[in-house]
């Protein structure tokens, strides 16, 4: 977890990040490891309290709003790397990594972790929408929720509270990231003929990339309504018109991705079709991302995804 924050902290910057296995008191008194995992920034630990103690415990950051966390958030990060002079220092204004925080879970990414069954069951969810277009019922989840010794629906609603994916008024799957089993802008159709919805133009994106397989992405621009296609052939991007970006946007409010961003994630024909969305949407904060910039996210969110382990 901590190494994914620092990554979505540095946004693409370049530094170098090194890993250290500490395996006793005697190497954490000499890293100065206050609990792992601790984060040095040029040797310096940001978030060491007063009178802490070197240690090989697990450590526990409690950030400003009162929660407590197992790795500092990627805002904390970003200060921390800012305050330091380094790479995570940014100009004013937004930035791609606060736009796009609700979309990778604050730099937590959207790969459920193994325990309590709720990999087994995300992937499960995400397989069917694979292989169908459409999201799975909740029984036919239940083998891969007892190997973990839980109910299927008790196991949706972990992944829901952890913005693994949504549920509707019923319990029933609404969204998997990046699927959606209600009709969005954004079609994706795989090379085996399946068809869906993503929820938002960088869920579109990484679709192919998360399941190694060739697709058409169709969206209209929401400003003109012209097509925008982005066709995936052995792992190459052809994006028509070539002119096409996306918006990555977000609102100031809280909650999970479908109801901050993903509206605000859309493909457009141009830049200046972009530029006039954003203005007529000042509730959006929001940044126009190249062709390059935009596969680059949808690949680094959703490409792991599925991978076994």
Known sequence: ???????????????????????????????????SPTVLIDGTDPFAQAGTVPSVSCRIYRHADGTVDGAPRVDELRQALGAAG???????????SDLLDPTGRAGRGRRAPAERGLRAVHQAVLRSFTATGQAPQTATLTPFAASAGRPAHEVLAELAREDFLTLDANGQIRAAYPFSAVPTAHRVTLESGVSMWSMCAIDALGIPEMLGTDAVIASPDPVTGEPVTVSSENGHM????????????????????AAVCCDALNFFTSADSARSWLEQHPDVQGKTLSQQ????????IFGPLLAAG
Do not use: F, N, Y
């Open 86 to 96: 380094g790479p995570g220092a940014v100009e004013e204004g937004c930035c791609e």
């Open 1 to 35: 977890m901590a190494h994914e924050r620092v990554r979505a902290a540095l946004a693409g910057r370049t530094a170098r990040v090194e890993a250290v296995e500490v395996r006793d008191a005697a190497e954490a008194a000499r890293w100065g490891m206050a609990g």
């Open 293 to 300: 910039q935009a596969a680059k996210i949808g690949r680094q």
């Open 238 to 257: 052809v994006w028509e018109p070539d002119s096409a970006v996306v918006v990555a946007g977000r609102r100031s409010c809280s909650g999970p991705a």
